[in-house]
Each structure stands twice: as C-alpha cells, then as structure tokens.
C-alpha cells in the first residue's frame, strides 16, 4: 500500500484563502456615520462593509473575529473596573 505525501503547509494555506461569506457586525459604540472596517495584513488592506454580506478570505475574517472578541473582553474589563471603582468610592 503506497503512502499519499499530503503537503500540510499547502493545505493550511488554501484553507487560509478559502473566500468565505462574512457579515461584518457594528461593534456596539461605534458611530452609524462609520460605513466599513478595514483590516491590513502584510500590507494589503481589506475593506469591509458593515452588515453587507461579502466574500472575503478566510484568514481575514479571523481577524476580525478576534478583534471582536478582544474588544468585547476590554469592554466587559471596563465595566468591571468602573463598577469596583464606584463601590470604593461609596465606602
């Protein structure tokens, strides 16, 4: 039985550049008069309409979804501190 070489750089990089459908959410504070986001990788700039459904590589909707992510998490950070610091000053 002949074993198949399988090139795992070639497939994680297709896989990469797959274009995928992406919907790009407003993030909540964001003013309504800002129309897209734009993400730069490696000097190539992405620009993406929010709530427009688009085809976009998958690698770049990974990036936005982490930057989602973060800022959701810094957000909820935020709240925290300014919750800590409101009961320490009523004390």
């Known amino acids: 039985m002949a074993t198949k070489n399988i090139d ?4 994680r990089d297709r896989y990469a550049k797959e274009r995928i459908d992406y919907i790009a959410l407003r993030p909540a504070g964001t003013s309504e008069k800002v129309k897209d986001v734009t993400v730069t990788i490696n000097g190539y700039n992405y620009k993406v309409m929010y709530g427009k459904r688009v085809k976009i590589p998958r690698f770049v909707a990974e990036v936005l979804e982490r930057a989602y992510s973060e800022a959701e998490r810094i957000d909820d950070r935020i709240t925290d501190i300014t919750r800590e610091s409101r ?3 009523e004390m």
Not at 8 to 11: D, H, N, P, S
């Open 8 to 11: 795992v750089e070639a497939l």
């Open 87 to 89: 009961l320490i000053a």
